[in-house]
């Protein structure tokens, strides 16, 4: 069988390929949760390489990622059209192959929406 994961579903499938290899022939993983990259420096090395003001913010953000606080919590605090705007410079600004202004709204609003239901993980 071949499995993909994605996110959470990524780890589950290590978890499944781990337990059962004969049943697995190729594993896929997308952006996985947990699942460690072996070809990046660890964190503090990395923070080390960077300007000042960049690698606090980093660390900074680590922090916070740690203690239980995410994206999402911080968008849900904003008022809805900060928020929104927030994500629309996102995408404008990280995914440069959607280039047509409809589908950069139309997938910050799907990216919006999503942000702002609670998480099933989150306390």
Do not use: W
């Amino acid at each position: 069988m071949i499995i993909a994961g994605h996110s959470i579903g990524g780890y589950m499938s290590v978890a499944y390929a781990e337990k059962y290899p004969e049943r697995v022939e190729r594993l896929i993983l997308i952006s996985p949760v947990g699942v460690p990259d072996s070809s990046t420096n660890n964190f503090a090395a990395h923070i080390k390489t960077l300007p000042f003001t960049k690698g606090m913010t980093l660390k900074t953000i680590r922090y916070l990622f740690d203690k239980g606080f995410t994206p999402s919590m911080v968008l849900r605090s904003m008022p809805g059209s900060q928020s929104k705007q927030l994500v629309l410079a996102y995408v404008e600004r990280r995914l440069p192959t959607i280039d047509c202004p409809e589908e950069q709204s139309v997938f910050a609003d799907y990216l919006h929406q999503s942000a702002m239901l609670r998480g099933s993980g989150e306390h």
